[in-house]
């Protein structure tokens, strides 16, 4: 069984909100018992849900600061957080290479740097990549 895997935003976000593909991540995400982030995550995902918030009108203002609440705990408590520094260079290299946003080549960086899977929901991603080594580290529905 696997142990370790880095998770995107989109992931998460899918995780605490209802989604496509919310049961597959939930189900995906229980396999693991380490899961890695960037430092990047939190502002990604609090800013995924406050477009759910403010511009979609997905959430109300009590189920955004409730669910934001369990997503930084989730952060906080059960996810290895790592820095911009460990994976600036190659998320560079991953973005120039496949035309990725800095973003995307990031979370890519960090799953080859531990040489572990990515967990996405992130189909256009998935399918951008097929036929490169980057696609088979990543993990989509």
Known sequence: M???VALD???IVALYTPEEHSEWIKE???KY???HIL???LYEVTNALWKKFYFLKELSETELKRTLKGV???LDNLCFLHYHKEIKEKSIEFSIKYALTIYDSSYLALAEKL???LITIDTKLYEKLE???LHKIILCP
């Open 39 to 41: 430092d990047l995550t």
């Open 28 to 30: 995906t995400i229980r």
């Open 115 to 117: 040489n572990i899977n």
């Open 72 to 74: 930084w705990k989730f």
């Open 33 to 35: 018992n380490r899961l």
């Open 131 to 133: 036929g490169t080594p």
């Open 9 to 11: 935003s989109s992931a």
């Open 2 to 4: 696997p142990i370790e």
